[in-house]
């Protein structure tokens, strides 16, 4: 069975950091762009950022660039989210998601995690 | 970036009834490989996003076959027959022609 586990969100002050992990299992994690997704409360879904099955590319959402950073650890089968100067408009639940497709960025989000719950306030 | 626009905000049916979302993007999804690049999802609270139809029409293994999407190039509807009160639930489509993927804002379906 597919399994995207998020974990590390959590209550932060203006300013500060977070990392954010998410644990793969049950498909070629290699295989697959990766990426994060945001739903800040009452608000609709915010692609956050992407990264390629092998680290090589990422992108990031105007918004958070200069302010995250995407990386992937493929022998652990997880990919990070670091979190810097944080805002409290980046307050959301977290996701991560992968693409369907086979080393195809262009391509639906088949499968989420729960998601992690990032506040962000003095 | 493409901006995606879904109507209505919100909508109110009953049980067995048939529902209608819209879902309409500021360039066109279509490729030449004759696929749009656009995806429906389910949102409930306190679950994982689930993918509910991908290339604009194709309904993913498991998705009863009530929902149904449809469209192509700049406009697109998802719909919803015969009405169960298990699908309460947000409805978002996303474009991922491009990089930055983008939503729409969401559709809550209330029953």
């Known amino acids: 069975e597919m399994q995207l586990v998020e974990s590390g969100g959590g209550l932060v002050q203006p300013g500060g950091f977070l990392k954010l992990s998410c644990a793969a299992s049950?498909?070629?994690?290699?295989?697959?762009?990766m990426n994060w997704v945001r739903q800040a409360p009452g608000k609709g879904l915010e692609w956050v950022a992407s990264?390629?099955?092998?680290?090589?590319?990422?992108f990031l959402v105007d918004s958070v660039k200069g302010r995250f950073t995407v990386t992937r650890d493929n022998a652990q089968k997880s990919i990070y989210l670091h979190l810097y100067s944080l805002r409290a408009d980046d307050t959301a639940v977290y996701y991560c998601a992968k693409n369907s497709g086979q080393s195809d960025r262009y391509s639906p989000f088949d499968h989420w995690g729960r998601g992690t719950l990032v506040s962000v306030s003095s | 970036d493409i901006v995606m626009t879904q109507s209505p905000d919100s909508l109110s049916v009953s049980v067995g009834d048939r529902a209608t979302i819209s879902c309409k993007s500021s360039q066109s999804l279509y490729k030449s490989n004759k696929k749009n690049y656009l995806a429906w999802y389910q949102l409930k609270s306190g679950q994982p996003p689930k993918l509910l139809v991908s290339w604009a029409s194709v309904r993913e293994s498991g998705v009863p076959d009530r929902f149904s999407g449809s469209g192509s190039r700049t406009e697109f509807t998802l719909t919803i027959t015969n009405l169960q009160a298990e699908d309460v639930a947000v409805y978002s489509c996303q474009q991922y022609y491009e990089i930055p993927y983008t939503f729409g804002q969401g559709t809550k379906l209330e029953i």
């Open positions: 990264i390629e099955e092998d680290g090589s590319a990422n």
């Open positions: 049950g498909f070629t994690f290699t295989g697959c762009w």
